[in-house]
Each structure stands twice: as structure tokens, then as C-alpha cells.
T-cell receptor
Framework: KQEVTQIPAALSVPEGENLVLNCSFTDSAIYNLQWFRQDPGKGLTSLLLIQSSQREQTSGRLNASLDKSSGRSTLYIAASQPGDSATYLCAVVRETSYDKVIFGPGTSLSVIP | EAGVAQSPRYKIIEKRQSVAFWCNPISGHATLYWYQQILGQGPKLLIQFQNNGVVDDSQLPKDRFSAERLKGVDSTLKIQPAKLEDSAVYLC?????????????FGEGSRLTVL
């Protein structure tokens, strides 16, 4: 059974700091991994999608890496800003007969001005 | 490209009443998901459609929840009768492409409060 965990559950950093969010999954048989951002009262916004054959993806100040063999992904945020404050979730797509998506519980990030 | 549309955004009902949520996925996306998200938790899959067929409803409380996807496009999620513990945000998502390529897109969600 695939389980997805995220550490830490909450994180508070001063503005300008670089930070890393972690996502772990127990079954390496995945098609891809996706990082999302969720603002309070809103739906999930896709940040980065990493295919199983890829090692990393970059978008602006965000960089996500994937290590399938160890069951880990990291989301690196450079030069954090108060507008980055949100909950960040990772989700994996399992290698099944249909594309089942499993979510982690999320990391709540606060960037202090 | 239009995103995933959901309605209503907010709904307040009393326990034992019924409620229905509607979702219109991104055009051409074959896979549609309904998730339940309770405050402070990650989304929990309720039901997954591939075109208009159900491929996973293992966590759907079938005694009170039902869902359908007509003609493989729009979908409706219904709760009847509602319980207090059903208070949550109901998220609809859709994916196109193959399982190892498709990106998942979400709507804004429908927030349900059961009193």
C-alpha cells in the first residue's frame, strides 16, 4: 500500500531564506510526482510535475527533485517571500491499471516579512 | 484553456439534508476525481472516473454518497443524508494524457458545512 508523508508538518522562516520541503513515499512504483500549493479556502494549484524518468524540474524560484529508488522528493524554494506562505502538498501517481493519485498531508509554510 | 469548474463554492445545510456538487473538467480530460479534504489534512480520494466508468470508489461511503459522470464529461457528487462529519471541502480534479504524463488540475472546491 502506498503511503505518502511530508516533513515538516509546519515551517516558519524569515523572508529571503532558502528552504526545503520533503516528501516521502513507500512504494517506488510510481509514474510521476506532482507538487501543489494550496492557499486558505482555495483549491490546489499545480507547481511542478516530475515524471518517473526525470530527476528534477525547475520553475522560477522552485526546484523539485525526485529519487525513486529512495522514495523521496524535495521541493526547494529560493529566496522565500511572504507570498509563498501556503500549504504545499505532494502527490504520487501509482503504477496501477488506472492512475491512482495518493496525496501527502502537506507542509504549512509561513514566510515572515 | 478553461480550468476545472465547480459549483456551488459554499453550501450550508442541516444534518440529514441532501446536497449535490457539480464539476466540469478540463475539455478532453478522460480521468475525473472527487476528493474530500478535511481542514488540516491532505485530500482523500472518494471516487475516480475513467471516461464515464468508475475505476475506484473504495473510500466512498456508499450508504450516503453517490456520484455519476454523464457522457464522460460533467460529474455530480451527491450526499444524502448528510452527517456532521461530512463538513469538508469537496475537490474535483481532472487529468489528461497517459498515466505517466498527465498533470492533475483542480477546481476551487465546494465547501460544505453541516449543522
Amino acid at each position: 500500500k502506498q503511503e505518502v508523508t511530508q516533513i515538516p508538518a509546519a515551517l516558519s522562516v524569515p523572508e529571503g531564506e532558502n528552504l526545503v520541503l520533503n516528501c516521502s513515499f513507500t512504494d517506488s512504483a510510481i509514474y510521476n510526482l506532482q507538487w501543489f500549493r494550496q492557499d486558505p479556502g482555495k483549491g490546489l494549484t499545480s507547481l511542478l510535475l516530475i515524471q518517473s524518468s526525470q530527476r528534477e524540474q525547475t520553475s522560477g524560484r522552485l526546484n523539485a527533485s525526485l529519487d525513486k529508488s529512495s522514495g523521496r522528493s524535495t521541493l526547494y524554494i529560493a529566496a522565500s517571500q511572504p507570498g509563498d506562505s501556503a500549504t504545499y502538498l505532494c502527490a504520487v501517481v501509482r503504477e496501477t491499471s488506472y492512475d491512482k493519485v495518493i496525496f501527502g498531508p502537506g507542509t504549512s509554510l509561513s514566510v515572515i516579512p | 484553456e478553461a480550468g476545472v469548474a465547480q459549483s456551488p463554492r459554499y453550501k450550508i445545510i442541516e444534518k440529514r439534508q441532501s446536497v449535490a456538487f457539480w464539476c466540469n473538467p478540463i475539455s478532453g480530460h478522460a480521468t475525473l476525481y472527487w476528493y474530500q479534504q478535511i481542514l488540516g489534512q491532505g485530500p482523500k480520494l472518494l471516487i475516480q472516473f475513467q471516461n464515464n466508468g468508475v475505476v475506484d470508489d473504495s473510500q466512498l461511503p456508499k450508504d450516503r454518497f453517490s456520484a455519476e459522470r454523464l457522457k464522460g464529461v460533467d460529474s455530480t457528487l451527491k450526499i444524502q443524508p448528510a452527517k456532521l462529519e461530512d463538513s469538508a471541502v469537496y475537490l474535483c480534479a481532472s487529468r489528461g494524457g497517459g498515466p505517466n504524463t498527465g498533470e492533475l488540475f483542480f477546481g476551487e472546491g465546494s465547501r460544505l458545512t453541516v449543522l
